[in-house]
């Protein structure tokens, strides 16, 4: 079972293998492959630092607790229709996804993510909706 927090939801949709460091790539590949691979490893949905947080580089301003964050990851649970502390499966995920998600709510919800300007969001979410599931990264 992973902990994850709202807006890692959609980041792990548009994930193509860049990060913040190293060790942060290394940590969410290997937790994106296992989702991508087991569907139906458990989500802990939790308010706050996560598993993908732990490796964020202690270099610069530790992000993972701003405020604005916090604000991106429940409109995020909202959007999705899910709530801190559920504990449901990334297939479920999935279907949230495809039940509440177009690939356009990522220029609201996300306006001012540093990643949303490569458009792999919007393209993973185009691929749950296409029944692909996540990407392999390469």
């Known amino acids: 079972m992973y902990r994850l927090r709202g807006h890692h939801l959609f980041c792990l949709l548009g994930y193509r293998g860049m990060g913040y460091s190293e060790e942060y790539v290394k940590n969410m590949t290997r937790l994106h492959e296992n989702l991508r691979k087991n569907p139906t490893t ?4 939790v308010n706050g630092p996560d598993h993908l947080c732990e490796k964020y580089p202690s270099t610069g301003q530790y992000h993972c607790e701003d405020k604005h964050i ?3 990851d429940a409109a995020i649970l909202e959007k999705m229709g899910l709530k801190i502390w559920q504990i449901l499966s990334w297939e479920e995920i999935e279907s949230h996804i ?3 998600v177009v690939p356009a709510d990522i220029q609201t ?3 001012t993510c540093s990643w949303r ?3 792999v969001c919007e393209e993973g ?3 749950i909706h296409d029944g692909k ?6």
């Open 42 to 45: 458990l989500i802990h949905l």
């Open 70 to 72: 916090y604000e991106r």
């Open 98 to 100: 495809r039940k509440f």
């Open 109 to 111: 919800i996300c306006e």
């Open 117 to 119: 300007s490569y458009g």
């Open 125 to 127: 979410i185009q691929e």
């Open 133 to 138: 599931g996540l990407r392999e990264v390469k």
